[in-house]
C-alpha cells in the first residue's frame, strides 16, 4: 500500500485539510498547456431537472475518471486518487462557481437572509474500488444589503467558489446560523474522508 495519496483538485483549501489529517499527497492536475482531452467545464454543467445530491456526485465522479485516465496516461505510481466537488443549493436551484462579479453579485443577493445547503461529495479510487461519501450542511446568511454584497464581491473572495461566497474569509460576517461540516463547507469533509482513507487502509 503506498503512502500517500493523489489528491485531484487545484483548491488549496483541500490541499490544506489534508494536510490536517497528516496525509501525504501529490496533485495530479491537468496540464495548464490543455494538452490532455479533458474539459473540467463540460464536465461541471448541470442536467436538465437535476437535483443538486445527484449533480454534485456526478460531477465529482467525473472528476475521478478523469483523474484516473491522467494517472494511467502519465506512468504514474499506482496510489489512490482522492477527488470532491462542492455545491450550494437552494431547493432544488443550483449555485456553482459565479461566471463574473455580476453573477457573484446575484447569487449573494439570492441567498441573503436565507437558510441553503452545501453539498460535498468525495469519492477515493483505490485500484478497481471506488469509495464515495457526501456531506450536507445547512448555512443560514443574515440579510445582506446592496452595498455589503457589492464591498465583499470587490475583494475578489466570492470568484472561483461555488456559491459566491467562501465560509473561511470574509463571508462568515454573515453567516447566522450553520449546521453541518465546517470543513464540508470548505470544500472536504473531514469526517467522511478520514472514513475512506481508512477504509483504504490508512491510519487517520
Not at 503506498?2 to 490536517?20: C, H, N, T, V
Request: aromatic share 6%; proline share 6%; glycine share 8%.
Amino acid at each position: 500500500m503506498p503512502d500517500f495519496i493523489y489528491l485531484a483538485s487545484q483548491s488549496p483549501r483541500r490541499r490544506q485539510l489534508l494536510e490536517q489529517l497528516g496525509i501525504r499527497h501529490e496533485l495530479l492536475l491537468p496540464n495548464a498547456e490543455g494538452d490532455e482531452p479533458e474539459d473540467a467545464e463540460a464536465i461541471e454543467v448541470v442536467l436538465p431537472a437535476e437535483a443538486p445530491t445527484a449533480y454534485v456526485e456526478r460531477v465529482t465522479g467525473l472528476k475521478l475518471d478523469a483523474a484516473v485516465a491522467r494517472r494511467a496516461r502519465r506512468g504514474l505510481p499506482e496510489a489512490p486518487i482522492l477527488c470532491s466537488d462542492t455545491t450550494v443549493a437552494l431547493g432544488r436551484t443550483i449555485y456553482g462557481k459565479p461566471e463574473d462579479a455580476r453573477d457573484a453579485a446575484r447569487m449573494l443577493a439570492e441567498l441573503s437572509g436565507q437558510e441553503h445547503r452545501v453539498l460535498t461529495a468525495v469519492a477515493l479510487q483505490v485500484g478497481a474500488q471506488r469509495l464515495a461519501a457526501l456531506s450536507v450542511s445547512r448555512v443560514r446568511f443574515a440579510p445582506m444589503t446592496a452595498s455589503q454584497i457589492d464591498a465583499y464581491v470587490a475583494t475578489g473572495e466570492p470568484l472561483g467558489k461555488a456559491g459566491a461566497y467562501g465560509i473561511q474569509g470574509r463571508a462568515a460576517a454573515y453567516v447566522e446560523q450553520l449546521a453541518g461540516s465546517y470543513s464540508g463547507i470548505m470544500g472536504l469533509p473531514m469526517y467522511e474522508t478520514a472514513q475512506l482513507l481508512r477504509a483504504a487502509g490508512f491510519a487517520v
